[in-house]
């Protein structure tokens, strides 16, 4: 039962929660840069939330299965299909063995994820399946995925079945992820340690200012283009630790949003820290977009959170009853 590789995407690694324990040996977190994504993908397919998938960025990977399959794909959509036939987003789809996925052109987003029920049969390192690219560990072999390489896959308990004339079976039913996804939302934020060192107008350029995602911008952090931010003196900034989602001033005045690749610790002033809740919505923009950041309170921070968390619950429950549903009537 194994997942295979006919033809290499842009990045395709295998991604799961990632590892925090180890950050302080300076061992970065890795994982899906959408966990809402991986979440989703995996909810829809029955696995639990940080099950390792699949998380391709377009180009796509072109992939075959041989072995029957329950699957899901969300995040990005990039126009997936079988033989010709499309392959909706956010939604359980039964695979026969030996079937092919395209992913045909980028419509919308930036990081699509594919969720197998059951998962993948790796061995996991520091606790975590995810690719650690810089450290050349976890995932496949600790790298991107290449033409020929062959991913086994565990044990399929999806009771359901097809018929030998059918390819695929699309389940009735979606996932809605509007609330996830708002559009033309600000990227909330919080003010980082060194917030104060802008000087006043720099405080109100950050958030009047749409900042562009630079081509320079990779699953270690995001580049940005605006206004030049000035801090009212120049001081420098012993190594602190970062995580994800901290907002950084380089030296030329422009802010960097550090992903999940980033280091551990960093010299620069840290400006701010994006929201939690926040995080997967700005993974699915890309180069050349833009968005306005906007400040928030500590309890606005708890709050967005604790809603995301409701409606992933909603998803897994409904995902849990429905695919519960259709194991009943094949029996």
Known sequence: MSLHILKPGLLDT???????????????????MDRVGMAMANYLVGNTAGEAVLEMHFPAPEIRLDTPVLLALAGADFSAEVDGVSVPLHTPVLLQAGMSIKFQKKLVGTRCYLAIR????????LGSCSTNLAAGAGGWKGRALRTGDV????QNTFGAQLSSDEKMRCFPWSANVSDFYPAN???RFCQGPEYAWLDIESQ????????QITAQSNRMGYRLKGAGLQQQHATELVSSAVTPGTIQLLPNGQP???MTDSQTTGGYPRIGQVIQADLPRLAQLGAGQSFPLQAVSLDTVFAAFQEQMQLLRRV?????L???????TQH
């Not at 059951?118 to 390192?125: I, K, R, S």
């Not at 991913?151 to 565990?154: C, D, E, G, T």
């Not at 429905?322 to 009943?328: E, I, R, S, V, Y």
């Open 316 to 320: 897994q429950t409904g995902s849990a």
């Open 118 to 125: 059951g998962g993948f049969a790796l061995d996991p390192w």
């Open 185 to 187: 939302q600000p990227i």
């Open 14 to 32: 295998i991604q799961d929660e990632g590892r925090y324990s180890y950050g302080h040996l300076g061992v970065n977190y890795s994982g899906a």
């Open 256 to 258: 960097i949003v550090l």
């Open 151 to 154: 991913l086994a896959l565990r």
């Open 204 to 211: 109100t350029s950050l958030e009047k200012t749409d900042w």
């Open 322 to 328: 429905k695919l519960a549903a259709m194991l009943t």
